[in-house]
């Protein structure tokens, strides 16, 4: 199991097209902040139907839209 896979439950089950998940509301998912092993886990959401879109180190968010073609199903 990814240490990131509660992250992408969340996402599947509540995300819808294109949305925008903070920082705060990750860790609040997650229980610890993301770091840069994140860029590494990140091709796992397409698993899950969702793919992150742009990840904002300013604006603390990150953008993830609904896959048309998933992957590994």
């Known amino acids: ?3 990131y ?5 969340y996402i599947q089950q509540y995300g ?12 609040n998912i ?8 994140f860029l590494n886990y990140k091709k796992e959401l397409i698993k899950y139907g969702f793919e992150i879109e742009k990840i ?10 609904k896959c048309l073609n998933i992957e590994g199903t």
């Open 56 to 65: 904002s180190l300013k604006d603390k968010t990150i953008k993830y839209r």
């Open 5 to 9: 896979e509660p992250l992408w439950n």
């Open 16 to 27: 819808n097209g294109a949305n925008l998940i903070t920082f705060s509301e990750i860790r």
């Open 1 to 3: 199991m990814s240490k």
């Open 30 to 37: 997650l229980g610890f902040e993301i770091d840069h092993s």
